[in-house]
């Protein structure tokens, strides 16, 4: 009896090892876009198209919106200033504000946080570099005002040594 139940005990583990079990990983299911999202990139490309057409209005238009409580107008124009080749509806320090506002007042969906953080990081950056350019602007303004008095010194002396040089030529004849 001892030995059947043993070799019953022993047949059930080596059924069971053979049996796949269900994986500890976890496989994230495919999710649709989330509607905030389509949304939000709808209104981009609204605000896109409008703004091919119209700079200016489209600047003004968005501004009034976020002014008016629109935080998407706001944040659409803030990430709008990261484009190279477009003028721009604000400057890097107004987008950089913008999006800090936006982003302690969690008005921006964790959906786009990164995206936002992301600009941040590239505004400061941009920041940063036109700081150091506008240093590097006005090292060479005034090492241009050193070149120029620094001409104007040399012609001086230029012309004193021409008038010494007639003085010793009157003198030696």
């Not at 803030?78 to 007042?105: D, F, G, M, R, W």
């Not at 620094?150 to 030696?172: C, F, H, P």
């Given at each position: ?20 079990l269900p994986s500890n990983r976890f496989v994230e299911p495919v999710q649709a ?141």
């Amino acid at each position: 009896m001892k030995c059947s139940l043993l070799l019953c005990g022993t047949l059930l583990v080596s059924l069971t090892g053979c049996q796949s079990l269900p994986s500890n990983r976890f496989v994230e299911p495919v999710q649709a876009i989330p509607q905030n999202l389509e949304q939000i990139s709808e209104y981009g490309a609204k605000f896109a198209s409008e703004y091919k057409g119209a700079v200016k209005e489209t600047c003004t238009k968005y501004t009034q919106l976020y002014q008016q409580g629109d935080w998407r107008a706001g944040w659409i124009m803030a990430l709008q200033v990261t484009e190279t080749k477009l003028k721009h509806c604000l400057n890097s320090k107004e987008a950089i504000h913008i999006l800090t506002t936006l982003e302690t007042q969690k008005k921006i969906t964790p959906e786009l946080l990164w995206l936002t953080q992301i600009h941040l990081s590239w505004l400061n950056e941009l920041e940063l570099q036109a700081k150091k350019a506008s240093q590097i602007k006005r090292a060479i303004n005034r090492k241009q005002v050193q070149i120029n008095e620094l001409k104007k010194e040399n012609q001086d002396l230029v012309e004193k040594l021409e008038a010494l040089k007639a003085i010793e030529t009157s003198i030696n004849q």
